[in-house]
């Protein structure tokens, strides 16, 4: 499959950005900011993985179909093939479902694949909010290490919960790592803001084929995100964020590997 080159220049990236958007069926639109979302853009605009509106791809794909080829990646007993990183934030299963509960005072804590080599993929799962709380889950993601903590970081699908008025979940951020790689800000992405199902079950569908990133919630089209080379392989991770309370669900986690 090819692969983009790293760019050498903002004129650059958005040439390769074009170029996949023909390789993948994509559609390439100049975005612009929601005014209902003027003040996320004001506060964030300035990020460094920010990009700028009129940039951006659309995800205009249906989602995968997600009933052949797909491995579960539970058991549906325990948390075996998966390891808690970051923080002490808690994880256990309970009737096939992962339950994952935050700790006050903890750092953000990553429920994390001990398999770290996801290439390219199409992973979905199902999620829901108990106690509302940030959350996520990391994909092609990484690990640094100093003598007293363990950093996760790399690209996250953002389901950021469910109060607030922000509705990005779906989105993608690049977890201690720069900020945001693709906001839900355009006004093209009013249907993805609204996909959110505040009390029931939510399922998120994450594609990755070489650079390009496609994410859907409950089947609508999110994000289309162009990764510069910077995350081609690595882990996944359940979130649960720093914070005073949050009780998130996940069920249905599945991973289909896509080969060349």
Same mark, same amino acid.
């Given at each position: 499959?090819?692969?983009?080159?790293?760019?050498?220049?903002?004129?650059?990236?958005?040439?390769?950005?074009?170029?996949?958007?023909?390789?993948?069926?994509?559609?390439?639109?100049?975005?612009?900011?929601?005014?209902?979302?003027?003040?996320?853009?004001?506060?964030?605009?300035?990020?460094?993985?920010?990009?700028?509106?009129?940039?951006?791809?659309?995800?205009?794909?249906?989602?995968?179909?997600?009933?052949?080829?797909?491995?579960?990646?539970?058991?549906?007993?325990?948390?075996?093939?998966?390891?808690?990183?970051?923080?002490?934030?808690?994880?256990?299963?309970?009737?096939?479902?992962?339950?994952?509960?935050?700790?006050?005072?903890?750092?953000?804590?990553?429920?994390?694949?001990?398999?770290?080599?996801?290439?390219?993929?199409?992973?979905?799962?199902?999620?829901?909010?108990? @106690?509302?709380?940030?959350?996520?889950?990391?994909?092609? *993601?990484?690990?640094?290490? %100093? /003598?007293? &903590?363990?950093? #996760?970081?790399?690209?996250?699908?953002?389901?950021?919960?469910?109060?607030?008025?922000?509705?990005?979940?779906?989105?993608?951020?690049?977890?201690?790592?720069?900020?945001?790689?693709?906001?839900?800000?355009?006004?093209?992405?009013?249907?993805?803001?609204?996909?959110?199902?505040?009390?029931?079950?939510?399922?998120?569908?994450?594609?990755?084929?070489?650079? @390009?990133?496609?994410?859907?919630?409950?089947?609508?089209? *999110?994000?289309?995100?162009? %990764? /510069?080379? &910077?995350?081609? #392989?690595?882990?996944?991770?359940?979130?649960?964020?720093?914070?005073?309370?949050?009780?998130?669900?996940?069920?249905?986690?599945?991973?289909?590997?896509?080969?060349?």
């Amino acid at each position: 499959m090819l692969r983009l080159s790293h760019p050498s220049s903002n004129r650059t990236i958005f040439v390769e950005m074009i170029a996949w958007a023909v390789l993948l069926g994509g559609v390439v639109h100049a975005g612009e900011v929601d005014p209902k979302q003027h003040a996320w853009h004001a506060k964030y605009k300035n990020q460094e993985n920010i990009p700028k509106p009129e940039t951006m791809l659309l995800n205009t794909d249906p989602e995968p179909k997600l009933s052949d080829g797909f491995t579960p990646m539970f058991n549906g007993q325990d948390l075996s093939g998966w390891t808690p990183k970051g923080g002490t934030c808690t994880f256990e299963v309970k009737d096939g479902v992962v339950i994952g509960q935050c700790v006050p005072g903890s750092s953000s804590t990553y429920l994390c694949t001990d398999k770290a080599d996801y290439r390219d993929f199409v992973f979905t799962c199902e999620m829901k909010w108990e @106690v509302d709380g940030n959350s996520g889950v990391m994909f092609r *993601a990484k690990i640094r290490s %100093d /003598d007293s &903590t363990e950093t #996760v970081f790399g690209p996250q699908a953002e389901m950021e919960g469910i109060t607030g008025d922000r509705f990005w979940s779906g989105g993608i951020y690049g977890q201690s790592c720069g900020g945001y790689f693709y906001p839900l800000w355009l006004k093209e992405h009013q249907a993805a803001r609204d996909a959110l199902k505040r009390d029931d079950w939510n399922r998120l569908t994450i594609m990755a084929q070489g650079n @390009v990133v496609k994410t859907w919630v409950n089947g609508v089209p *999110a994000a289309h995100w162009v %990764d /510069d080379g &910077t995350y081609p #392989v690595g882990f996944f991770g359940l979130q649960i964020h720093k914070g005073e309370h949050g009780t998130v669900l996940w069920k249905e986690v599945r991973v289909k590997e896509l080969k060349d």
